[in-house]
């Protein structure tokens, strides 16, 4: 099982921009995906953006496609979301999950961090 710790939210204007961290740990963090997830108050978790194993591929959902940004660096261990030119809607708390080559989740939902677009 991979453990996961998001870090990095907090409140910004919108307009604005904030990257976020989540740190692997547990299993080499090259032998697997990693995806992006946000939950607005009231509403469901919803995917944000994934990124394969070595990084060369990588998807969003059409609400933050050419905002935001997903990187990772396998020598750190740690996946990265870069948000750019945010909005109120992007307030939620952000959640970060790891995955197998048949897209089955392999670690357990973090504590996420919050980040919150002010108008």
């Known amino acids: 099982q991979v453990q996961l710790v998001e870090s990095g939210g907090g409140l910004v204007q919108a307009g604005g921009s904030l990257r976020l961290s989540c740190a692997a740990s547990g299993r080499t963090f090259s032998t697997y995906a990693m995806g992006w997830f946000r939950q607005a108050p009231g509403k469901e978790r919803e995917f944000v953006a994934a990124i394969s194993r070595s990084g060369i591929s990588t998807y969003y959902a059409d609400s933050v496609k050419g905002r935001f940004t997903i990187s990772r660096d396998n020598a750190k261990d740690t996946v990265y979301l870069q948000m750019n030119s945010l909005k109120p809607e992007d307030t939620a708390v952000y959640y970060c999950?790891?995955?197998?080559?048949?897209?089955?989740?392999?670690?357990?939902w973090g504590q996420g961090t919050q980040v919150t677009v002010s108008s």
């Open positions: 999950r790891a995955f197998d080559d048949d897209i089955e989740p392999i670690s357990s």
